[in-house]
């Protein structure tokens, strides 16, 4: 079955520590997007990848770092300089760099600082 | 830059009622406009889209939304609410701005349906 896969489900992260979550999608689709979710908050942009090797900043990149090394996977990674990490993190993708195409979601990864 | 308001971060309604959630957009261009429905601990499902087509859209589950400019309103409706419409419902603008294709999501509404 085609969709987009995210992992872990649920990821705990230590002070200082970075932490990387996995978004790998079969959809063959060119662009990748990973939101961050917090309660009352709505989904807020964090990077985007419109094509392989080639990504931007969101509206809130600032401690997060991403890679598009193959156009299947975007993982993104939480670094110790993201000083509120908790929240739920969803990947979508989407076919094509048109603006009235679908977003396609993930079942998105819980984070949670121990 | 576009944005989107929802208007009521919670809505309760019978089952039965007639459901309304409400959205409105800034946007200085025509938009495109869509909205999404998430279930607990899962992603984000398109419901419907507007795209200049049509001002009024039809969805899945039997939500319809209608866009009207004048209000600067994208507001989503179902006649009569089912239990399985629970849910977190998204309003979102796609960017228009840059080349870059984006979407803004609004805060959500949950909606609680009751016996």
């Known amino acids: 079955d085609g969709g987009i896969t995210q992992s872990p489900k649920y990821l705990f992260r230590k002070e200082g520590q970075n932490v990387t979550l996995s978004c790998e999608q079969n959809l063959n689709h060119d662009a990748m997007y990973w939101y961050r979710q917090d309660p009352g908050q709505g989904l807020r942009l964090i990077y985007y990848?419109?094509?392989?090797?080639?990504?931007q900043k969101g509206d809130i990149a600032e401690g997060y770092s991403v890679s598009r090394e193959k156009k299947e996977s975007f993982p993104l990674t939480v670094t110790s300089a993201q000083k509120n990490p908790t929240a739920f993190y969803l990947c979508?993708?989407?076919?094509?760099?048109?603006?009235?195409?679908?977003?396609?979601f993930g079942s998105g990864t819980q984070l949670s600082v121990l | 830059a576009q944005s989107v308001t929802q208007l009521g971060s919670h809505v309760s309604v019978s089952e039965g009622a007639l459901v309304l959630l409400r959205c409105n957009y800034s946007s200085s261009v025509p938009p495109y406009l869509f909205w999404y429905v998430q279930y607990p601990n899962q992603g984000l499902q398109l419901l419907l889209k507007y795209t200049s087509a049509a001002t009024l859209v039809k969805g899945i589950n039997g939500f319809e939304a209608e866009f009207k400019k004048s209000e600067t309103s994208f507001h989503l409706t179902k006649p009569s609410a089912h239990m399985s419409d629970a849910a977190e419902y998204f309003c979102?603008?796609?960017?228009?701005?840059?080349?870059?294709?984006?979407?803004?999501f609004g805060t959500g509404t949950r909606l609680q349906v009751t016996l």
């Open positions: 979508a993708s989407k076919f094509g760099q048109t603006t009235n195409e679908k977003l396609f």
């Open positions: 990848s419109q094509i392989v090797n080639d990504f």
């Open positions: 979102a603008v796609s960017d228009l701005t840059g080349t870059a294709s984006k979407l803004t």
